[in-house]
């Protein structure tokens, strides 16, 4: 078959992502599958999950997910030490949206499905900010980021002592305006 091959974008439900955890952990090298059994039922169970997957002729090529961040969760609650009150204040207000994880597989990248995930997780959000975190030296990710709009908040974070640098970026969304 000749011609352009689309991925196609679909919301998937928690249930069906976690049936589809091999798909994941295929994707996603850099999980284990121990810590993925551990941390996607937790996160499918937050407020506001939702996850898409990229398929091409039924096979999964990329993946996005995110939730609403709350005080109580490790991400959260590290990235808000980090943060000014000011800061604190704006993004992680309650309602703000954790764009948790986008995934496409290597040798499916630069054809625009990050890019295609990535709007489809933000789209029709009621959240006013969002915000992720993303490897200081990631440069596809940062490249895709900053041309979508996200600014950087705190440019350097660890989560684990001596473990990697992290950039902590945000998003200002559409969101509800009651103002
Ligand atoms: C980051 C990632 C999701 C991008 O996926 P992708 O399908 O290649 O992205 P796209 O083709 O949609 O490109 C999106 C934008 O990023 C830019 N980009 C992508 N890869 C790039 C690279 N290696 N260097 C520079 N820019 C890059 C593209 O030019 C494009 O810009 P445009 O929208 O202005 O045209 C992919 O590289 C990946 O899965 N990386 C490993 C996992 C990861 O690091 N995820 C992010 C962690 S937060």
Known sequence: MDGVRVAAIRALT????????????????EASRDRLDEILPRHAARAGFRFFAAEEHDLMVGFSYGYLGAPGQWWHDLVSAAMTDEQRRHWLAPGHFEFVELHVRPEFRRRG???????????????????????????????????????????ELRFAAGGTSYSILGLELAGEDEE
Request: net charge negative; no cysteine; charged share 25%.
């Open 113 to 155: 499905i990050g890019g295609t995930l990535h709007d489809a997780l933000l789209d029709g959000l009621e959240s006013r900010t969002a915000v992720l975190s993303t490897q200081v030296d990631n440069d596809a990710a940062l490249a895709l980021y900053r041309g979508r709009g996200w600014q950087i908040v705190v440019p």
């Open 14 to 29: 928690a249930a069906e992502a976690l049936a589809r955890r091999d798909d994941i952990a295929e994707i996603w090298p």
